[in-house]
């Protein structure tokens, strides 16, 4: 069992940045795969970004790419989320998720076994 709790949401103007965090309970926290999911109102939960187990490799939606960067500190319990340039469009609740399957990596939430309670981010125009 994971317990996750994301923390660094907030309002933002376009082009401006944040920087979101998930904390993780528990001492597997290596044995994980990581991920950052959103979720608009009215629309489904869609993938952002992911980091597989060593933090060597990274993997994220194009919507996001060159703009996020994930990352994470086996050491800490810590996963983190940099967005930069940030856009009206990604405005949603984010959330941090877990997979300890046997799962390189995953953009399906599906594929996730413990989910955080999400943090809400909104970009002003």
């Known amino acids: 069992q994971v317990r996750l709790v994301e923390s660094g949401g907030g309002l933002v103007q376009a082009g401006g940045s944040l920087r979101l965090s998930c904390g993780a309970s528990?001492?597997?926290?290596?044995?994980?795969?990581m991920g950052w999911f959103r979720q608009a109102p009215g629309k489904e939960r869609e993938f952002v970004a992911c980091?597989?187990?060593?933090?060597?490799?990274?993997y994220y939606a194009d919507s996001v790419k060159g703009r996020f960067t994930i990352s994470r500190d086996n050491t800490k319990n810590t996963v983190y989320l940099q967005m930069n340039s940030l856009k009206p469009e990604d405005t949603a609740v984010y959330y941090c998720?877990?997979?300890?399957?046997?799962?390189?990596?995953?953009?399906?939430?599906?594929?996730?076994?413990?989910w955080g309670q999400g943090t809400q981010v909104t970009v002003s125009s």
């Open positions: 998720a877990a997979t300890g399957g046997s799962y390189y990596y995953s953009s399906n939430k599906d594929a996730y076994d413990f």
């Open positions: 980091i597989v187990r060593s933090g060597i490799t990274t």
């Open positions: 528990g001492h597997t926290f290596s044995s994980y795969v």
